[in-house]
Each structure stands twice: as C-alpha cells, then as structure tokens.
C-alpha cells in the first residue's frame, strides 16, 4: 500500500522520491492510440523504459492494449518476455550482434535487419532451422544511422532471395526531426518512405516515433513507435505538450545556513553571494542525473517557489537560494521539488541544455522509487468500502 502514496516526504530517510504515476502512463498510452487510429501503437521500452523501470511498465501498456515492444539490444528483450504474456512481441531496434541470431530465434524475439548483413545472418538461422523467422526491414531514409541504404535496398529489390525465409512482419525507418514540424528533414524523409512502400507493396509501414504521430496521419503507417511520449516528455518542441506527466522527483534537504554577502559557495567558487543569502544543500547531484550544467543556471521549487540552483552542481548534492522563502521554512528532511507541476521534465532539460530523453534516461537508481497506480488505489478504496 505504501507504494500508492505520490507524496514526497516519507518517514524512510530517502534522499529522494522518484514518483512515477502509471495511470498516467496507461493514459498517454491511449491517448496516443486515439491519435495514431487506425494506426497500431507500439512502445517503446529500451534503455529500461527510458529509465522508468520496463519491468514496471510494460505490463500496465500490455493491460492498456499494446502487444508490440521495442528495445534497443537483445539483452533487453529476454528480461521483458519474462514480464508479459506470450502473444506479445518483441522488437530489437539495433538488430543482432553476431552469435545472438540463434538465441533470439529460439525466443522468439523480432530483430531489426539494419545492413543485408545482419539480414544474410538473419536467413541462414531461418535456414538451418528450417522454418521461417520474423523481421523488420529497416532503410535509412536520411539520418544515416541503422538501416538499410539505397543500393542496398536496389540490391534487395534485385534479388529478393537474400531475405528468403525471413518473414518481414513491417518495412520501418526513423524520423531524424520528427519533434520540429517545420523541419523540410521530415518531408524528405516521408517522401523516400512512400517509395520504399511502393518497392515493397505487401508490407506494412512501421515510420513514427513520439513527434512523428503528432506530423500528420501521414507518418502513421500501419504500427507507430512512441517512447518518450508515453513517459510524458513533450513529442513536438514547438507546441503545447499535450502528454500527461508521469515522473516527478521530490529530494530532501540535507542542511540550510545562512551566509553573509561575499562568501562563495560550491567547487570553484562560481558562485558569489551578494547579500545575505539563505542557502540550503539538496541530496541529489549529476551521480542521480542532475546535470553538472545545471551548475548557476537550473532551479528547484517549494511551494511554487523558484529556488535557484547556485555555485556547480556536485556529486551527490547542490545548493540552492531559498531566501525567498520565509526563515525557517526548510530544514533537515523537508523536500523540494525538482519535477513536478512546477517544473516540468522538459524545463528542467531545457536549462540542463539537453532533452527530456537524456535526464529520463539518467534519474538511476538512488531515489526511493515509488509507482502510484490510481486505478489500483480505486479498486482498493472500493474494497474497503
Ligand atoms: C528511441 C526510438 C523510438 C522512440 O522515439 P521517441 O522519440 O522517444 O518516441 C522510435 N524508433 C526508434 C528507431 C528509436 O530508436
């Protein structure tokens, strides 16, 4: 029960709460299949759902609907068959390293074919097996970075017998600038895209990630493949973002001090007081994803109070101003916020210099996780009743 409890401060002694709300997950989930209709909905989970815990969160998307998932290596795929009922697949986005073909084969696990290598690899397992085995045929349409390249794709076209007895369930690419919707980068690439489903007129289109749902249903092909939208970064950089956040990330104050004008604070002594400043040191440093270039630049909040980050951000800890707020209001074990309805993921990416993807990916493992799922609180309280 005490998983279900969203609330930062704990009697636990974390140093601080990562809150990850999987109904708004399962929201974000259908919210994108409403956009994407007709349009299947994969996930993707790689990277260990963009650090979110893909144990965690494949089952609640399998609950929702979703019966494709994509990670990035074949090391990530057995852990998550492990976690979700057969009838659902499994995509190795990087396709297989030499000697893996066999393993993935007998799993049943889907691998990209990025090169006519790694498809030649592919067809000699099917034959020695005798049977035929599932793929997806990826091109690169312009970003120069898995796929299969245009003479590769006129050698196919050539002599399909180089993908005999391989099964291709979808012929996919990947969107270099899908979250800019004016970048010409993605009628480029939708233009190569249509002629690739022209050359191969039986398959199925498997195009866009999270920004390519939200171009135009004409990026949609058959299967879309979001990830950072269902963890609730924004898909597109120049509209609202019309995700629901799921992660929030509270981290308790280790101490506060008041200093005089003049004194510096932090490695290097970047910053300098110019007045009397209270100050508090928070438990949280780049070790647990806060990024060093947050150092004089980022903020935490209370109460919808901006607290600047001051001085580099350190290892395990930072320090913040809070003279805005009145004396006394913070002390050992209080929490401050440093994504929430305050500050959202991509705010806080935004003043890192990065991405939403980057600081999801890189939280870790020293916050307290705790995973609210309000549909499990409901059916609980209804119990009770
Ligand atoms: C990571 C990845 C995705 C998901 O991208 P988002 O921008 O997070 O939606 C989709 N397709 C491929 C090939 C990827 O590498």
Known sequence: MRDQHGEGADGEGASGVLTIDLGALRQNYRALRERADPADVAAVVKANAYGLDALRVAPILYEAGCRNFFVAHLSEARPLQGCLSRDARIFVLNGLQPGGECAAADDGIVPVLNSLEQARNWAA?????????????????????????????????????????????????????????????????????????????????????????????????????????????APSSAKPNPMQPVVRLDVAVVQTRTVQSGARVGYSGTYTANRETSLATIAAGY???????????????????????????????????????????????????????????????????????????????????????????????????
């Not at 369930?169 to 690739?196: C, G």
């Not at 003279?323 to 003043?351: H, K, R, Y």
């Not at 939403?356 to 870790?364: A, D, F, K, V």
């Open 125 to 233: 397992v099917a034959s020695n097996a005798g049977r035929e085995l599932p793929a997806v045929l990826q091109f690169d349409t312009g970003m120069s970075r898995l796929g299969l390249s245009e003479s590769e794709m006129a050698q196919l076209i050539a002599d399909p017998s180089l993908v005999r007895g391989i099964d291709i369930l979808f012929v996919m690419s990947h969107l270099a600038s899908a979250d800019e919707p004016d970048s010409l980068q993605n009628t480029e690439q939708l233009e190569r895209m249509e002629k690739l489903a022209a050359a191969f007129p039986s398959s199925s289109i498997c195009f866009a990630n999270s920004g390519g749902i939200f171009l135009s249903p004409a990026y949609h092909g058959v299967l879309v493949r979001p990830g950072i939208a269902l963890y609730g970064g």
């Open 287 to 385: 070790a647990d994803g806060l990024p060093r270039s947050l150092s004089d630049k980022g903020a935490a909040y209370y109460d919808g109070v901006r607290l600047p980050i001051v001085g580099r951000v350190s290892m395990d800890s930072m320090t913040v101003d809070i003279s805005a707020l009145p004396p006394g209001t913070l002390s050992l074990g209080s929490f401050v916020e440093i994504i929430g309805p305050n500050q959202t993921l991509d705010m806080l990416a935004a003043d890192a210099g990065t991405i939403s993807y980057e600081i999801l990916t890189s939280l870790g493992r020293r916050y307290r996780r705790c995973y609210v799922d309000p549909v499990i609180a409901d059916s609980h309280s209804t119990r009770s009743k």
